[in-house]
Every structure is written in C-alpha cells, then in structure tokens.
T-cell receptor, first 113, second 113 residues
Framework: NAGVTQTPKFQVLKTGQSMTLQCAQDMNHNSMYWYRQDPGMGLRLIYY???????DKGEVPNGYNVSRLNKREFSLRLESAAPSQTSVYFCASKLNSGGNEQFFGPGTRLTVL | QKEVEQNSGPLSVPEGAIASLNCTYS??????FFWYRQYSGKSPELIMS????GDKEDGRFTAQLNKASQYVSLLIRDSQPSDSATYLC?????????????FGTGTRLKVLA
C-alpha cells in the first residue's frame, strides 16, 4: 500500500515548455486534489476532483489543466510553463465519506527558468 | 482578508514548555478544522481534527475550537525539539461534489533544546 505517489520528484523547465505531473493513490479514495505551496503563501488549491471524470477549479487554476481518467489517477498539466509556476506541488486524496483526513503525496518541486 | 489566518512566526519555545499556536477563520459556515504538521521539505501530515466547540486532547496535543470567536488553537505540551516544524491550520468547506480544504499560511515552531 503506497498511499499517494507523485512523479517526478524534481523538474526544471524552461519558460514555455509543457509538462504533466502525475499523481496516483491506491487507497480507493474518491476525492483528489492538487495544491501548490509557495513560501509565505501556505497551500493553495489548484483543482480538485470528487470522482472519476469530474474536476473543479480551486483558488488558483489559471495556467493549469487537470485530468481524472480513472479513480486512481489525477494528473496536472502545465501547457506553457511560466516562472510564476515555480513551486512545490502536492497531490492529496480522501474518501468522500467516513472521515475527513486528507493524505498527501511527497510533492514535486518544479522550477521554471 | 484570507479565510484562514495564522501568524507566520517563528514561535520559539524552550524544550518542555507549552507551545500555543493560533488560527482565526472568517467563514462562519465552516464546521471542521484541522491541524497539519509539516517538516521542512516534507508533505503535511494530519495531527488533530476538531469539529465541535471545546477542547480535544490527543497525547501531548490539545486542539481548541471557539466558533463564536471564530478561533482555533493547538497546544503542544512538553514541547520537544522534534516538534519543530510548520503547523498548518485548515478549515473544511463544501465544494462541488466533495469537500475542499482552506489552509492558512502556517506557523513555524522552533523548540529550543
């Protein structure tokens, strides 16, 4: 039982490049979330998904797209990376019922030059 | 005004003392609150949740909720150097099909040996 896994752990991009951050959970959770964390800003919600095939915008969705193709996986895509997207990205998941604990992945540290 | 506010710190306490971490929230509809601990370079982990007014104790940790004052706190008794971390306060808010979490910016705690 790996919990929530994220790949890659580190990434350096040039401005304008694209990439997809991958997240998977093996806990049979319904809800999944993408956050970014910047110094002094706390965790900010980018997108979330209540179930397979559904996604909704969070607080800071601009410049990102997401995909929830199945229950396990929730990917975050940067179509044209900008230096302002330099951050640490965390994926998290939780059950829709029976408890409110979110489980976080280890994070992806992204630098956009 | 941010929905969940915390003093960024650092809060420095001597080993063995009580550390008191505070959080205020603006949405009176918020019902559930959480304290996460985050070590440097790691992902957040849940240490306490509280849903009703009053105190909730778990080992050395006590969470306090005062809905009238819109105030949540975390007390850490017998603080240890291993408690040095950033503590994130979060509230739970109904989103589309699921719940989403609103995080404060975190308070950095330093426990001095």
């Amino acid at each position: 039982n790996a919990g929530v896994t994220q790949t890659p752990k580190f990434q350096v991009l040039k401005t304008g490049q694209s990439m997809t951050l991958q997240c998977a959970q093996d806990m049979n959770h319904n809800s999944m979330y993408w956050y970014r964390q910047d110094p002094g800003m706390g965790l900010r919600l980018i997108y979330y998904s209540a179930s397979e095939g559904t996604t909704d915008k969070g607080e800071v969705p601009n410049g990102y797209n997401v995909s929830r193709l199945n229950k396990r996986e929730f990917s975050l895509r940067l179509e044209s990376a900008a230096p302002s997207q330099t951050s640490v990205y965390f994926c998290a998941s939780k059950l829709n019922s029976g408890g409110n604990e979110q489980f976080f992945g280890p994070g992806t540290r992204l630098t956009v030059l | 005004q941010k929905e969940v506010e915390q003093n960024s710190g650092p809060l420095s306490v001597p080993e063995g003392a009580i550390a008191s971490l505070n959080c205020t929230y603006s949405d009176r509809g918020s019902q559930s609150f959480f304290w996460y601990r985050q070590y440097s370079g790691k992902s957040p982990e849940l240490i306490m949740s509280i849903y009703s007014n009053g105190d909730k104790e778990d080992g050395r940790f006590t969470a306090q909720l005062n809905k009238a004052s819109q105030y949540v706190s975390l007390l850490i008794r017998d603080s240890q150097p291993s408690d040095s971390a950033t503590y994130l306060c979060a509230s739970l808010k109904r989103g589309s099909g699921t719940y989403k979490y609103i995080f404060g910016t975190g308070t950095r705690l330093k426990v001095l040996a």
